[in-house]
């Protein structure tokens, strides 16, 4: 996933009314200055819970390493668990 403002990798979903957006570290910084007042990407980046990575999708059984070679996913959930990131 990348940022919504500068293409980097996203670390950071924000709320923004209806919208989700990924934000990058730095996107993410000057939004909580812009939207909140202060910077809480500190505070932020304890609340993330760390990355959880399936080796093979619990539902179709189809591995990282298939999406990878072939660039399609085995099913729906597929997609879901792997964040729609078939490299990592």
Not at 26 to 49: D, I, N, Q
């Amino acid at each position: 996933m990348s940022c919504a403002y500068c293409e980097r990798p996203a670390t950071y979903q924000a709320q923004a009314g209806l919208q989700r957006l990924r934000l990058c570290d730095s996107c993410a910084e000057a939004w909580s200055r812009r939207t909140l007042g202060v910077p809480h990407v500190g505070w932020l980046r304890r609340l993330k819970p760390p990355p959880q990575t399936y080796p093979a999708c619990p539902f179709c059984g189809a591995t990282t390493q298939q999406v990878r070679e072939t660039g399609l996913y085995g099913c729906p959930m597929c997609y879901l668990l792997l964040e729609g990131n078939p490299h990592g």
